[in-house]
């Protein structure tokens, strides 16, 4: 890998007239994300100009996204759609629960510092002024990352847990969401997998079913993507690639954000879910739902 060959690559690609974004497409899938850092320091050394400003003149529309969001780093990448749910128009609930439910609790201070760094202000100040209700204390528990990460089960525990979110919620008219969220939202995954069991024998169906009968809207979207993360992270990237192309109309904000921020995580892993769950390839659901060089990039990131 040379970085100085990489800049004088994308260089070539937008110098001159026209565009070359087969170029830009094979330079940039071909890296990750620490040797494309690289080739954006080397652009600005060796050639003087700005390569994501260079970048964004060139191209347009989501391919442009695409490419940009691949040039940002990871956890700024976060910080930059976490920002744009929460203040552009309207919220983008399904970005901040997607975001906040799937990383880990040093993603998530990183995410922390880096906002505030950023815009001046806390993400979980702008969370509490965009959101309200139950929604908002789970993401601003969630935003805190400090769910316990060690993997010891406490039996008796899971017992009165499993207990407890029987009796806050099928058990009782109307619903103690507190007390799902601070169970969801605190123990660590080993403990809660066995809760989960435990639960199924208490009320004879899962936890999931019981979260869509006793909750609504956006606080239901979030716990059930807390239990889904827990249970097997990248099936729920599946079916968040799967909803954003299905029916009429594709949601690529989530689309690209999945594609970008997990190609160099999970995406085999993710497509073997993807597979699994819907009987397609990820590969031919992103070929016949998108078009051009925002397919070309897309199916590069998807590999396979």
């Not at 071909?30 to 040797?35: E, P, R, Y």
């Not at 993603?107 to 002024?129: A, P």
């Not at 407890?164 to 123990?187: H, N, P």
């Not at 716990?223 to 249970?231: P, Q, Y």
Request: net charge negative.
């Amino acid at each position: 890998f040379s970085a100085e060959q990489e800049a004088q690559a994308l260089r070539k690609a937008m110098k001159g007239f026209g565009t070359d974004e087969d170029a830009i497409i094979e330079t940039l899938t071909k890296l990750n994300v620490s040797q494309r850092q690289q080739v954006l320091i080397t652009y600005k050394s060796t050639i003087g100009r700005d390569l994501i400003d260079d970048l964004k003149s060139e191209l347009s529309g989501n391919f442009e996204r695409v490419i940009v969001g691949l040039m940002t780093p990871t956890t700024m990448y976060d910080v930059h759609e976490l920002r744009r749910a929460l203040k552009g128009a309207g919220t983008d609930e399904g970005c901040l629960i997607e975001i906040l439910a799937s990383r880990t609790n040093a993603e998530i201070r990183h995410i922390n510092e880096n906002y505030k760094l950023q815009y001046g202000s806390t993400l979980e100040d702008d969370i509490v002024s965009d959101t309200s209700s139950m929604f908002r204390r789970v993401l601003v528990s969630l935003a805190t990352g400090n769910r316990d990460e060690g993997t010891f089960v406490d039996e008796a525990l899971a017992q009165q847990d499993a207990q407890c979110l029987y009796e806050a919620g099928e058990k009782k008219w109307g619903t103690d969401e507190v007390q799902f969220m601070s169970i969801l939202c605190t123990r660590n995954r080993c403990h809660l997998l066995r809760v989960f069991d435990v639960y199924r024998g208490i009320a004879n169906k899962d936890i999931t079913e019981s979260i869509k009968s006793e909750m609504s809207g956006d606080l239901e979207d979030a716990l059930l993507a807390v239990v889904k993360c827990l249970r097997n992270k990248p099936a729920y990237f599946a079916e968040r690639l799967y909803k954003s192309m299905k029916g009429l109309g594709t949601d690529d904000s989530t689309l690209i954000r999945v594609m970008v921020s997990r190609s160099e995580i999970d995406m085999l892993y993710i497509r073997r879910e993807f597979l699994a769950m819907y009987g397609k390839s990820l590969h031919s659901f992103i070929k016949g739902d998108c078009s051009g060089d925002y397919r070309k990039v897309l199916l590069r990131l998807c590999g396979g």
